[in-house]
């Protein structure tokens, strides 16, 4: 097993952190022992959290690719990034377009520390870094208008972080509310959540229950889900199993080994 990484100033690693325990489900080297324990009793549970963290970053990919290149998206506010690994954000965006700005935002140091460091724009475009928190979205669009241009289009990505804003802790449609009306006409809404609409039963229970003793997660309905997207014009094909949203192959995985939903809507 790889040696834990550095500990930065800010890193609690007594807790695990979904960023962390996503990196090694990928098979990265940042996590800590409390990350890998974590990850290892939610996939004893769901054995196939890897399959979905594999097609949860390829979902990312033709997300941006969608927008860049179809939408015309020149702007991206990517918030709950994770740790950088192949295929980023800005790196997919700045491929179609070099002049693509992009604002990562995460509320572990770790991630804003890697990110930093290995994260590197196109001459044409720009790549800033936020540590800041989703529950916090004033701060964050405070911050983003130093980099993005909020008179011009922006891509809000969501990707895999809005089930870990259960209930509980804070209400997540106001939050996302708060940050799409900030962006105006001709912008979009990306979003991927897990979700137990696919699992079977006992799986979905024992999940969920899950979620409910560790006040970490919560998993969504497609119903649920869908109200993020009030008001706004879904893109085709609507919600659906992110391995099902554009696939690029007929080689896709059971929608109960991925259980994750996602959709992109237009703003306005």
């Known amino acids: 097993m790889s040696p ?16 962390r325990r996503y990196n090694y489900w990928l098979g990265g080297k940042d996590h800590f022992a409390v990350d890998r324990e974590s990850g290892e ?15 949860n970053r390829a979902y990312l990919r033709r997300v941006v690719t969608y927008l860049a ?52 724009s196109t001459r044409q475009g720009l790549t800033s870094y936020l540590e800041a928190d989703l529950r916090n979205p004033a701060v964050i669009l405070e911050q983003a208008r130093e980099t993005l241009d909020f008179s011009q289009p922006v891509a809000l990505m969501l990707i895999a972080v809005l089930h870990f804003v259960p209930d509980a802790k804070a209400d997540s449609y106001a939050v996302v509310r708060t940050l799409v009306e900030a962006l105006p006409a001709g912008s979009y809404l990306a979003i991927s959540h897990g979700s137990a609409d696919y699992l079977p039963a006992p799986t979905a229970a024992t999940l969920e229950a899950m979620a409910r003793a560790g006040g970490e997660f919560q998993l969504r309905s497609a119903s649920e889900l869908a109200r993020y997207f009030d008001g706004m014009s879904l893109v085709d094909p609507g919600i659906a199993v992110i391995s099902e949203w554009r696939p690029l192959d007929d080689d896709r995985p059971d929608p109960a080994d991925v259980a994750c939903l996602g959709a992109v809507a237009r703003v306005g």
């Open 4 to 19: 834990d990484p550095p500990v930065f100033a800010g890193i609690d690693t007594t807790v695990p952190h979904s960023a």
């Open 41 to 55: 009793q939610m996939a004893a549970v769901f054995p196939t959290a890897r399959v979905w963290a594999v097609q």
């Open 69 to 120: 290149r179809e939408a015309g998206i020149r702007q991206f506010l990517d918030v709950g990034t994770g740790l950088p690994t192949a295929d980023n954000t800005h790196e997919v965006a700045q491929r179609i377009a070099p002049e693509s700005r992009v604002v990562y935002v995460d509320n572990d140091p770790l991630v804003m520390t890697h990110a930093r460091a290995l994260l590197t």
